[in-house]
C-alpha cells in the first residue's frame, strides 16, 4: 500500500491550460491539481477531450500553464528534461531504421548524463532482457507486433532512468487480448523496478488495473472530479468485489457527467 506520508516527487497546482484554433480560445483544464508520490501509479482518466493527455504533455514541460504550476521535487517544470520521459500510444514512435537496441541507445547518447559506452551498452541489454525482447534485440521496427514495439518504447524510456515515467495510452491501439497482457507485464515490471508513473487512460477497468490511484476528470474543460485509491489486492474474493465495486462508482460518476452535459449515451 502506498503511504500518505512520502513528500509529493510530482506536484500539478491550479494549473490551468488553454491553446489556439482558428476560431476561437479552448480551455482544456481548469485548475487541475494532484500530487504523484515516488514509486505511485497514478492514473490520469476521463473522457476523450477533457485534456488529459494535454495536461500529460504540461508536466512532460511541452506546455506552459496559463494558470498554475507543476513541479518536480520541488523545482518548477519550465521545459522538457530527460527527468520526464514519454511514451504514447504510436506504433511509430521507434526510429524505423534502427534495431531494438539501437532504438533504445540513441537516447542514452543523448541525454548527456555521462554515461560510458559500456554502461549505456549494459542498460540496453538489462531492459531489453526486462521487457522479454533479447532475442528481437537486432530487429527492426517492421519485423514486430504493435506489443513488441511498445515494450521496446517502454525499455528504451525505463534505460533514461527518469524521475517519472509519463504514459499516454500506450496501450490504446493493441487488441484487447494484447493490451490486457501488457498491462500485466507493466505491473511486473513496476514490482521489479518501483518506478514512478503518471499514466493517462479513458478506460476504467485499465485504470484500476494499472494504477495505485485514480484522478478522475470531469469532461471538457478537465476539472478534479475526485481522487481514488486503487492499490488494494485483485487476487481474492475480497479484491475482486471491491475492484467491482470501484468501477461501479467511476461508470456511475462518468455517466452523471454525460447526462449532465446533454450528451446522452
Keep these: 500500500m502506498m503511504t500518505n506520508e512520502a513528500p509529493p516527487l510530482l506536484s500539478v497546482d491550479g494549473v490551468t ?10 480551455t482544456a483544464t481548469w485548475r487541475i491539481g494532484f500530487d504523484v508520490r515516488p514509486a505511485e501509479r497514478l492514473i490520469l482518466l476521463g ?9 500529460l504533455k504540461c508536466v512532460g514541460g511541452f506546455l506552459k500553464p496559463v494558470e498554475g504550476s507543476v513541479r518536480l521535487s520541488g523545482r518548477e517544470v519550465t521545459g522538457p528534461g530527460p527527468d520526464r520521459v514519454m511514451v504514447f500510444q504510436e506504433f511509430d514512435q521507434l526510429l524505423p531504421w534502427k534495431t531494438v537496441r539501437e532504438n533504445i541507445l540513441f537516447p ?14 549494459e542498460k540496453a541489454r538489462l531492459y531489453i532482457h526486462k521487457v522479454g525482447l533479447t532475442k528481437f534485440a537486432d530487429s527492426h521496427p517492421h519485423q514486430l ?15 533514461m532512468e527518469p524521475d517519472i515515467l509519463l504514459m499516454d495510452e500506450p496501450f490504446a491501439a493493441l487488441d484487447a ?7 500485466e507485464e507493466l505491473l511486473l515490471l513496476w514490482q521489479d523496478t518501483r518506478f514512478t508513473m503518471l ?29 481514488l485509491d486503487a492499490d488494494f489486492a485483485r487476487d481474492d474474493a475480497v479484491g475482486e468485489t471491491r475492484a467491482k465495486a470501484l468501477l461501479d462508482e467511476i461508470n456511475d460518476m462518468l455517466l452523471a457527467d454525460r447526462f449532465v452535459d446533454g450528451g446522452g449515451i
Aim: net charge positive.
Design 17 to 26: 491550460l488553454q491553446y489556439k484554433t482558428r476560431k476561437t480560445l479552448v
Design 199 to 227: 499514466f493517462v487512460t479513458h478506460s476504467i477497468e485499465e485504470a484500476i488495473v494499472v494504477g495505485s490511484r485514480i484522478v478522475v476528470l470531469s469532461p471538457h474543460p478537465g476539472r478534479v472530479k475526485a481522487v
Design 177 to 183: 487480448l494484447t493490451r490486457r497482457r501488457m498491462q
Design 145 to 159: 507486433s504493435g506489443g513488441m514495439k511498445q515494450r521496446v518504447a517502454i525499455a528504451r524510456a525505463m534505460a
Design 47 to 55: 473522457p476523450s477531450g477533457c485534456g488529459k493527455s494535454t495536461l
Design 108 to 121: 542514452l547518447h543523448q541525454a548527456r548524463r555521462n554515461w560510458s559506452k559500456a554502461e549505456a551498452d
